[in-house]
């Protein structure tokens, strides 16, 4: 079957010697649906600029919303051309552009792993803005070259490594605080998640077909503006910052950011840690969804997407956007609504007006910031999920190994984050005094360091145990010896002999793990069933 929605029979053609219509009734549906889906999600961008990083309204409006917008217009278009040449060339007027836009997971990574804790650090947003940038600069290039080693990297680590460091940072650093959020907020924060889970975990359409997420803000927003009538404050709106935003809406060209982006590679020990995992993530990412459009019926060169995310991120970025552009998953569902190819062509000329006459902070306005919170947790819960879900379940331990080194990350920024609102800090309290009361500050520094390298080797040594696999388990061992020996993974930033002990240790246990596997017996003991050890319920 080329696609399940369209059966065997063959597309429709578009008639011998006519161009493929750029606008057909079915993109109305998927220029609402996808449009919205690309709104909300430069909202809740917007409101972690704002509300997370505190990040100057004049670089949230004025120097990184117009450059996203650049960079969704540049990628919606070359993606609608691509679905016009593929029709033209095959005939057929089924086909369906792929969609595309800010990489949802990779927001919250750039923004909780890489420019909040330099935020914090150095209590400057703008430093934390040039990191950003250089982020998603190094990110760029590993798309556009990354394509060729991609499947080598994907077939040797096992997908509890990658799925169960993901997990651990969706669950942490991303779930959490939209939780404790959503929680002291409950009118509108509780009630929103409830809506959210309903459509998107229990299948409930809403009027109109609107999306979850856009009723969910609407809701907020009614609640919020309601109880501001009576003189309540049930979430983050007001009449003077509505104003303010009012008189906000202007015109906003991006500028070149050179200088911020090469500024940014002060933090490159920070840096390197995440963005070589989640480029290669990228890259897995994206060769998954061409294939899912594919199955689909529409086939796309997975070469020439990398390196169209690559380059239109590349271009963002030196624009000054810290957020990397990803084909999105859900082609089929836009394909099955009707969506061909103008869709794509008019999300982003109208998401490029919205950012350059800063309609987008007028919107921000409107919406409280806990309507937006329920999202987020959702998507931590779906990716923390996903990690079980597309997994062995007997590679469960090895994925909750690989969330130890996030948990150490988290409980260490929660603890320096205090410390330092009581203006003082953990060398300036003792590290044996913290000891006392529980607290393994070293530890946690040490597990926390570079933890998506670390979940992602820890994982993989895990998996390779289970499975009996010791020589493999042994190599990743060896792997994170020199990851750890170089800084990359349980250290602060890159340089040599960072965390040496650890290193060795690393390394004994790869001598150990292939000691094992030239003496053990070739048949691996049965084990135990998974629930062996649990009550009855």
Known sequence: MAAGAHGTRPAAGIGKGLPPSLWVPGDWNAFFGFGTNILVNLLVLTGLLRFVLGMPDAITFGRILPAVGLMLCLS?????????????????????????????????IVVFVIMLPIKLATGDPIKAWEAGLAWVFI???????GGFAAPLIRRITPRAALLGTLAGVSVTFIAMRPALELITTPVIGVVSFAIILLAWFGGLRYPGRLPAGLVAILFGMGVAW????????????????LAAALQGVGFSVPLPAVGHVFAGFEFIGIILVTAIPFGIYDLVEAMDNVESAEVAGDPYPTTRVLTADGVVSLIGCL??????????????????MGGRIGYSFATGAVILLLAWFNLISLLSSLVPVVA??????????????????????????????????????????????????????????????????????????????????????????????????FAK?????????????????????????????????????????????????????????????????
């Open 76 to 108: 919606t278009a070359y993606y609608g051309w691509l679905a016009y040449r593929l029709a033209a060339a095959t005939g057929r007027d089924d086909v369906c552009a792929l969609p595309s836009g800010i990489s949802v997971p990779h927001m919250f």
């Open 139 to 145: 990110q760029s290039f590993i798309l556009m070259i």
């Open 226 to 241: 309601g109880a501001k009538i009576f003189g309540l404050d049930m979430g983050g709106v007001s009449g003077p910052g």
């Open 319 to 336: 624009m000054g956007n810290p957020f990397i552009n990803a084909v999105y998953i859900g082609h089929p569902g836009w394909k099955a």
């Open 372 to 469: 937006i919170a329920p999202i987020l947790l959702y998507i931590g819960m779906l990716i923390g999920a996903q990690a079980f879900q597309e997994t062995p379940h007997s590679h469960a331990p090895a994925i909750v190994l690989a969330f130890a080194p996030h948990l150490a990350a988290w409980g260490k920024t929660l603890i320096d984050g205090a410390l330092g609102a009581a203006g003082t800090s953990a060398a300036a309290v003792g590290l044996d005094k913290l000891g006392q009361a529980g607290v393994l500050y070293a530890g946690l520094g040490v597990l926390g360091e570079g933890a998506i390298l670390g979940g992602l080797i820890l994982g993989a040594i895990a998996v390779f145990i289970i499975e009996r696999d």
């Open 473 to 537: 388990a042994a190599a990743f061992s060896a792997a994170g010896a020199v990851l750890t020996f170089f800084g990359f993974m349980h250290g602060p930033a890159v340089g040599l002999a960072v965390t040496p002990g650890l290193a060795l240790a690393y390394l004994m246990v790869a001598g150990l793990l292939y000691a094992a596997s030239r003496t053990a017996t070739a048949e691996a003991p049965k084990p135990a069933p998974a629930h062996a050890a649990m009550p009855a319920e």
